[in-house]
């Protein structure tokens, strides 16, 4: 049974860095086309992808906030952190973490619930 | 960037199909995955690979892929379906979601 659970501030003041992890059970991110990717969600908006990184530690961000993003996976302790820096208001979302496994144009099969991020000072 | 375009609402009677769009430029070239999302939920996989369904997930739900549009379509929509319902895709080396469609069963 592969379960996911995010953990991490739920409130954080603008400029600061935020650090999630991803804590996953039910498979292992050192096993052959298995990833883990973030996902976010804006109160009343659409998913929004920040990154990826997968079993054999290749990595993918999104474009927009690249610069911003840093995905790492600690596989012994089964987890996925993902940095964001210089936090604002409107990164204010959920933050989902999700498992994919396969080739080429993944999909996410398994999520978790989900942690919810505020941006305020 | 890669942009998926989906009608923002959709409504449908119970029993109709409803029909969900994603169109986005050679779409048809992509491999489509779709998503439901209640409120208050994390979104489920519902399609993969343009036509896939995972185990779980009725028959109802179909999906197809050809040109600049793929479809997500929902027969005998029921009650339970009412949800937003988003596309992914990859472009490059990184993936998109669609807007969302928000499915309102009348």
């Known amino acids: 049974q592969i379960t996911l659970k995010e953990s991490g501030p739920t409130l954080v003041k603008p400029t600061q860095t935020l650090t999630l992890t991803c804590t996953f059970s039910?498979?292992?991110?050192?096993?052959?086309?298995?990833?883990v990717g973030w996902i976010r969600q804006p109160p009343g908006k659409a998913l929004e992808w920040l990154a990826l990184i997968y079993w054999d530690d290749d990595k993918r961000y999104s474009p927009s906030l690249k610069s911003r993003l840093t995905i790492t996976k600690d596989t012994s302790k089964n987890q996925v952190v993902l940095t964001m820096t210089n936090m604002d208001p409107v990164d204010t979302a959920t933050y989902y973490c999700?498992?994919?496994?396969?080739?080429?144009?993944?999909?996410?099969?398994?999520w978790g619930q989900g942690t919810v991020v505020t941006v305020s000072s | 960037s890669y942009v998926l375009t989906q009608p923002p609402s959709l409504s449908v009677a119970p029993g109709e199909t409803a029909r969900i769009t994603c169109g986005g430029d050679?779409?048809?070239?992509?491999?489509v995955h779709w998503y439901h999302q209640k409120p208050g939920q994390a979104p489920v996989l519902v399609i993969y690979?343009?036509?896939d369904r995972p185990s779980g997930i009725p028959e109802r739900f179909s999906g197809s892929n050809s040109g600049n549009t793929a479809t997500l379509t929902i027969s005998r929509v029921e009650a339970g379906d009412e949800a937003d319902y988003y596309c992914?895709?990859?472009?490059?080396?990184?993936?998109?979601f669609g807007g969302g469609t928000k499915l309102t069963v009348l």
């Open positions: 690979s343009d036509s």
């Open positions: 992914q895709v990859w472009d490059s080396r990184a993936t998109v």
């Open positions: 999700a498992h994919s496994v396969g080739f080429g144009e993944l999909f996410f099969d398994y």
């Open positions: 039910g498979f292992s991110l050192s096993a052959r086309g298995v990833g």
């Open positions: 050679k779409i048809g070239s992509k491999s």
